[in-house]
Nanobody, 122 residues
Framework: VQLQASGGGLVQPGGSLRLSCAAS????????IGWFRQAPGKEREWVSI????????YHTDAVKGRFTISRDNAKNTVYLQMNSLKPEDTAVYYC????????????????WGQGTLVTVSS
């Protein structure tokens, strides 16, 4: 059972990236998936959440209107489309799963991937 986050990189302010969270060993469709991020010297914080049944998604205020979370069940992958990136978005981004409904509490998630680094800088 594994989650693999990928798609990070260096991008200029105002640019875009799409992160992928690919699952192996289980079916993503049955789980709530969350994207979290951790900047240097800061706590890991939730960014975006997509419930297992689809429908309403959740984004922290700092990324509303700029980030979109979606899932492709056929590819067993969840995506995080990040537009209008800002330097303060610089962080390692992680995805994780939970069996229950959406929650903003990171301790309720498990099977954390290794993270992918996003650096927003000119």
């Amino acid at each position: 059972v594994q989650l693999q986050a990928s798609g990070g990189g260096l991008v200029q302010p105002g640019g875009s990236l799409r992160l992928s969270c690919a699952a192996s060993g289980f079916t993503l469709e049955g789980y709530t998936i969350g994207w979290f991020r951790q900047a240097p010297g800061k706590e890991r914080e939730w960014v975006s959440i997509i419930p297992r049944a689809g429908g309403m998604t959740y984004h922290t205020d700092a990324v509303k209107g700029r980030f979109t979370i979606s899932r492709d069940n056929a590819k067993n992958t969840v995506y995080l489309q990040m537009n209008s990136l800002k330097p303060e978005d610089t962080a390692v981004y992680y995805c994780a799963r939970r069996l229950g409904g959406p929650s903003f509490r990171r301790e309720l998630y498990n099977n954390w991937g290794q993270g992918t680094l996003v650096t927003v800088s000119s």
